[in-house]
């Protein structure tokens, strides 16, 4: 595999001594430094935004007028940090002191288990304490945070409704319990957890899922995650990312990188509760994309800079230095944008992409160690969809006059801009400060270790005879430089999958016994010789990188024929997003564009299902319907519009999740399209091709009143087995005698329920 990155001189940036300066005006940004990409450093690089906030450019030179020109001579300019774990909803609650009890399994502390003391915390920290956490995080470069909870204003929480400050993925949905098994249950085979349990329908319906699977050191963690393998669960996609899978062998991990799942690694938290942590090696070596996450207040760090110095640590003592800062940075940047579903808008700079940047100061260091190792003080400016949340008081003052205030931080003159929040600087200061500090200029106080130990097992400590104090001699060591004690899931023995007398700890091949295989995998989870990070399709063997429309993205992983970089929508008609035949169908949350569109119906104001739909000709497969959630639908019948958003799929049915109408134009009412009731009802011919689609049916005669009887869900069966229903017109009453017929009923054709349904608009679609 190539080098995962190079370094690009881009020529030298004239430096005065005095840090990053502005000059200039206009609507865009533009912003000079050392440039980290996912495959190369561009030293006195650029970077510049468009007046939106998103990326238009990034190279040594990106030409053009009208813009405000950030020069940084001694800085990176990296993507802002993502972190993909933290259970915002608990930031009431501060480290304990320490002790030296060690748990096998996450109930075990949760309920006081297997003769184990309870750990009783409150997870329901008040709104500005959430918000004083968001903060803590901001002021370590993160700009997106899930966390199950958030708050309005600083950092985007994609998988809280509403709190994604624009971001405009598919929602990720953080799952504490997939397997409904919050009641304690331990199972060390078998998948008898509840009956609620997450399938693979909830796993398809979001951008990610981040699922805690495999929490602790026992058989039954482990079990967790053989049950999520199963066809009978399929939570385990490559929409999934795995939260914390302590509790894996090299089977396991092998099972993960072959369906494209993630993890997320806490190390602090889990070297806290469990002396034990995700085996992080063996996952990367499995095509295992890993990503950091700080977990929570109680056991884990309290921002990801600290966290990316535990895992540093842990990297160095515990992992033979597998993990060198590049790796890291990854974790923190394009891995953990991709688990929160938001790897086409985050997590790179590159053109399409959000412009969430940070302007991190070098201080004489390596770029990448620059960018995981700061102090607390080297932020020249962290930004969000480009604008300035954080960074050195003269800049940020400069780009957002009067709206930030001002904020010491390690001798540092910073600013910060929180009234987005609602909360003032001082408000969100004693919030946090009443719990733990908003930051620390060095360790912060009563930090949970981030040193392996278990009582009479391991302390941690690399000795002489046992290099990584992992409790075995390294004369029987299997693995004497990788941390790899017993666990209780081990059967007394270190794990050796192959019998190649390698421990899977450290053996680059851990399910192949020939010692001088090559570790084709780690970084490179496609295999195709490509590291991940310039891969234009990561997923998919691409060897020569094909890029036809030269967007970025790769010819087998790109369904759009035009250029669409980034966030940037494929515009497509309805027929070509729908057709499942069609070699230009998009992939499940992709965004989309339909130009030209009829409106035909509307969905009338009833809670958070309202809508619209639309028609982009008069062929089958032509008719969609356009969510707008709990918003009203922002069109009028017979408008001709255009329309963009995320294509989605609910119950089987396509529609597209409105983010904008960017052009709408009223219009005559739209003509309904004549068919016959038998080909649209339950199993006819035409029933999904007219699937949202206005039609004209003739001849049609009431059946039955009530064809769910006892249940009254208010339907009418027709001949063609065609159910009428007042989805759109609900003070249809639906009383129709049997026997009763119509000239013709026109409506919205669609599916509901596993039954074909046919939606009237208003009372004059019935032509008696």
């Known amino acids: 595999m190539k080098a995962p990155f190079q370094v690009v001189s881009c020529g030298a940036i004239s430096d005065d001594g005095g840090g990053c300066r ?8 533009v912003v000079r430094g050392d440039i980290l990409t996912p495959d190369a450093v561009l030293e006195g690089g650029v970077v510049r935004l468009d007046a939106s906030g998103t990326i238009l450019c990034v190279g040594c030179a990106c030409d053009g007028a009208g813009a405000r020109e950030l020069t940084c001579p001694d800085a990176v300019v990296s993507p802002s940090f993502v972190n993909p774990h933290d259970h915002v909803a608990y930031a009431e609650e501060a480290p304990r002191a320490p002790t030296v009890e060690r748990y096998e399994h996450r109930h075990d502390w949760r309920l006081g288990l297997e003769g184990h003391a309870k750990i009783t915390y409150d997870g329901g920290a008040p709104k500005v304490v959430r918000a004083a956490h968001e903060l803590r995080m901001l002021l370590s470069g ?67 899922f981040l699922a805690h699977l495999g929490e ?94 535990c895992a540093r640590r842990v990297s160095a003592t515990y992992f033979d230095g597998a993990l060198d800062d590049f790796t890291l940075w990854a974790m923190v940047t394009r891995s953990a944008a991709r688990t929160v579903g938001a790897g086409s808008a985050l997590g790179r700079l590159e053109p399409g992409y959000l412009g969430d940047i940070a302007v991190i100061a070098r201080q004489g260091r390596e770029p990448f160690t620059a960018a995981v190792a700061p102090n607390p003080e080297d932020f020249e400016l962290v930004l969000r969809g480009g604008s300035a949340l954080y960074g050195r008081e003269s800049i940020v003052s400069a780009l957002r006059p009067g709206a930030c205030e001002a904020l010491a931080v390690c001798g540092a003159a910073q600013s910060v801009c929180v009234a987005e929040s609602g909360f003032s600087l001082a408000e969100l200061t004693a919030a946090a400060d009443a719990t733990y500090p908003l930051f620390t200029c060095d360790a912060p106080p009563n930090e949970p270790s981030c040193v392996p130990s278990r009582p009479l097992e391991y302390d941690g400590i690399p000795a002489d005879g046992d290099s990584d104090g992992d409790g075995i001699g390294d004369g029987v060591d299997i693995c004497p430089r990788v941390f790899d004690p017993l666990r209780p899931l081990d059967d007394g023995a270190q794990a050796d999958t192959d019998g190649d007398g390698l421990g899977d700890a450290c053996d680059p091949c851990p399910l192949e016994p020939a010692l001088d295989c090559a570790d084709t995998r780690n970084g490179d989870r496609d295999a195709d010789g490509v590291p991940d990070g310039a891969d234009l399709c990561p997923d998919t063997a691409s060897p020569d990188q094909a890029d036809a429309d030269g967007d970025g993205r790769g010819d087998p ?43 035909t119906a509307l969905r009338p104001d009833t809670g958070n299902a309202r809508g619209f739909y639309v028609a ?26 255009t329309v963009e958003g995320r294509l989605d799929e609910y119950y089987g049915v396509d529609q597209l999740v409105l983010e904008a109408v960017r052009s709408r134009e009223a219009g005559p009412p739209p003509v309904p399209i004549e068919v016959d009731a038998s080909a649209l009802g339950d199993g006819g011919e035409l029933a999904e091709a007219y699937d949202s689609m206005l039609v004209r049916v003739s001849g049609a005669s009431v059946v039955e009143t009530n ?8 339907e009418t069966k027709l001949t063609g087995d065609l159910r009428l229903d007042d989805l759109l017109l609900p003070e249809l009453e639906n009383e129709f005698a049997p026997g009763t017929e119509f000239l013709a009923v026109i409506g919205i054709a669609g599916l509901s329920f596993d039954h074909r349904k046919l939606w009237p608009r208003t009372p004059a679609d019935f032509e008696p």
Do not use: K
């Open 142 to 208: 993160v700009t997106t945070l899930a966390g199950g909870a958030g708050h309005e204003g600083l950092v985007r929480n994609p998988d809280v409704s509403g709190l994604s400050e624009g971001l405009p993925t598919a929602p990720a949905d953080s799952e504490t319990f997939p397997l409904d098994d919050a009641d304690g249950r331990l199972l060390e085979s078998g998948c008898g957890y509840g009956s609620d349990h997450a399938r693979s329908a909830d796993v398809e319906r979001v951008g990610a």
């Open 22 to 29: 502005l000059a200039g005006e206009g609507d865009e940004l």
């Open 216 to 309: 602790g050191i026992n058989r039954a963690a482990e079990n967790e995650l053989d049950c999520a393998l199963t066809a009978d669960f399929g939570l385990i996609e490559p929409a999934t990312a795995v939260v914390h899978a302590v509790a894996v062998r090299a089977e396991r991990a092998a099972a993960l990188g072959a369906r494209h799942a993630a993890v997320v690694w806490s190390p602090r938290s889990n070297l806290v509760l469990y002396g034990n942590t995700a085996p992080v090696p063996l996952l990367l070596r499995s095509g295992v994309e890993v990503a950091l996450g700080t977990d929570w207040l109680l056991t884990g760090s309290m921002n990801l800079l600290r966290e990316l110095d």
């Open 616 to 641: 982009d000709r008069t062929a089958p497969l032509s008719g969609l319907f356009v969510f707008t959630g709990s918003s009203s639908p922002p069109v009028a019948l017979g408008d001709r519009v």
């Open 707 to 714: 064809p769910d009887a006892p249940n009254d869900y208010d």
């Open 557 to 599: 992983c790109d369904d759009c024929t035009q250029p669409n970089p980034g966030i940037s929508p494929c515009a497509l008609t309805i027929a070509e997003l729908r057709d499942r035949l069609g070699t230009s169908r998009p992939r499940r949350h992709a965004r989309v564009s339909i130009s030209g569109a009829v409106v």
